[in-house]
């Protein structure tokens, strides 16, 4: 069982940026797509953004043009780069494989706020 562990979230202002990590224990090249997903206080867990082994990339809308999604397979370890950040990004961000999940990761809070 790979563990999760994403860092890198805190208090940002609009406009602002930050860049996510998820480091897991295991290799995660050959276990398929890679993704990012957030959940929001008294919203379901969404998925933003997801990276195939090879780096094909796909974006929710409502971030797409903000958010660049990367991996690199020899640390085990997928980054998520959040420009121009809004208040309605403000949410527990969360990287696990797209199909077959692992246990999830604590997350990382991302606040977005004046």
């Known amino acids: 069982q790979v563990q999760l562990v994403e860092s890198g979230g805190g208090l940002v202002q609009p406009g602002g940026s930050l860049r996510l990590s998820c480091a897991a224990s295991?290799?995660?090249?050959?276990?398929?797509?890679m993704g990012w997903y957030r959940q929001a206080p008294g919203k379901q867990r969404e998925l933003v953004a997801a990276i195939t082994n090879t780096g094909g990339t796909n974006y929710a809308d409502s971030v797409k043009g903000r958010f660049t999604i990367s991996r690199d397979n020899a640390k085990n370890t997928v980054y998520l780069q959040m420009n121009s950040l809004k208040p309605e990004d403000t949410a527990v961000y969360y990287c696990n494989r797209v199909v077959g999940r692992w246990a999830w990761g604590q997350g990382t809070q991302v606040t977005v706020s004046p």
């Open positions: 295991g290799s995660i090249f050959g276990f398929g797509a």
